[in-house]
């Protein structure tokens, strides 16, 4: 375990007088990255938490990594899934706490992530859901920039996707219970559309500035931006924006991105990394 110090006294035992927490991490041949994930989870030093890891049928060796973690882990299963949100729909059948955080097998989370937003719950009483900042690193798990999260989302998520980072996103269980979970429709941006319901029906999310989560480049969404801009665009209409309104964002995005991507395969990454630290948190999809 890389010499990492685990917390057992206090990590897994339940309290009846903090919230539980369940957490999700959803995975597919993860074995380079999951160990990461899970030792952030299991370090956090909280009384009273669930971990459960949902496999989409992994051979590389993901399994292997799972069940050294065994004694940590609440519930897992391996089995073939329909895409990332019915991953994340069976996490959130099991999950029994209060609150639940979905944190990807290349996404960790910062230390003392989840005290932090379990003070915001019991603080504000009356809001669905809790964010904070992410920090982008590259595939060897270096930070590159940060992602700061939107305290006026509100004003964009009718037609675009604020800065909610997924990674460090926390919901209320009875908003998963009340609104549903992830539609399968979408393969990208399937935290677009649940976000954006949760908006048209009243539900209010609380920004936290603090660094959550961290989250590697060539991720799904990073990887597939076009077909997540698309989504974006079919699920803003959906909810009642202007087709032509959302059809220029998108076209606008596609452009925007793929000379982004350009630059850095001609040399030019550090004019790149420059434009997403002073630029990109305010036009983030």
């Keep these: 375990m890389n010499g990492i110090k685990i917390n057992t006294s206090k990590s897994y035992v339940a309290s009846e007088l903090e919230p539980k927490v369940s957490i999700i991490t959803v995975c597919f041949n993860s074995a380079n990255t999951i160990e990461k994930t899970i030792e952030s989870v299991i370090i956090q030093d909280y009384p009273n938490m669930e971990y459960?890891?949902?496999?989409?049928?992994?051979?590389?060796?993901?399994?292997?990594?799972?069940?050294?973690?065994?004694?940590?882990i609440s519930h897992w299963l391996s089995e073939k899934d329909n895409g990332i949100s019915d991953a994340f729909?069976?996490?959130?059948?099991?999950?029994?706490?209060?609150?639940?955080?979905?944190?990807?097998?290349?996404?960790?989370?910062?230390?003392?992530?989840?005290?932090?937003?379990?003070?915001?719950?019991?603080?504000?009483?009356?809001?669905?859901?809790?964010?904070?900042?992410?920090?982008?690193?590259?595939?060897?798990?270096?930070?590159?920039?940060?992602q700061t999260g939107d305290p006026y989302y509100q004003r964009m998520i009718a037609f675009d996707m604020p800065s909610i980072p997924h990674p460090t996103v926390f919901v209320r269980k009875e908003i998963y219970e009340r609104f549903g979970g992830f539609s399968t429709d979408y393969?990208?941006?399937?935290?677009?559309?649940?976000?954006?319901?949760?908006?048209?029906?009243?539900?209010?999310?609380?920004?936290?500035?603090?660094?959550?989560?961290?989250?590697?480049?060539?991720?799904?969404?990073?990887?597939?931006?076009?077909?997540?801009?698309?989504?974006?665009m079919r699920i803003s209409v959906h909810y009642g924006y202007n087709y032509y309104f959302a059809f220029f964002r998108f076209c606008f995005k596609c452009c925007k991105t793929f000379t982004k991507k350009v630059l850095q395969r001609i040399g030019f990454s550090s004019s790149v990394k420059l434009y997403r630290k002073y630029f990109s948190n305010r036009y983030k999809y």
């Design 52 to 72: 459960i890891i949902i496999d989409g049928g992994s051979t590389d060796g993901t399994i292997d990594l799972i069940e050294r973690y065994e004694q940590y």
């Design 187 to 232: 393969k990208t941006a399937m935290d677009y559309e649940f976000l954006l319901k949760l908006w048209k029906n009243g539900v209010a999310g609380l920004y936290l500035p603090v660094i959550l989560a961290y989250m590697r480049l060539n991720g799904e969404s990073d990887v597939n931006y076009t077909r997540g801009y698309h989504e974006v």
């Design 89 to 146: 729909n069976k996490g959130i059948s099991k999950a029994s706490g209060d609150l639940v955080g979905i944190i990807n097998s290349d996404d960790w989370y910062a230390p003392e992530a989840i005290k932090h937003v379990v003070e915001a719950f019991k603080s504000n009483p009356e809001i669905g859901f809790v964010f904070g900042d992410l920090i982008i690193s590259d595939t060897e798990g270096q930070p590159l920039y940060s």
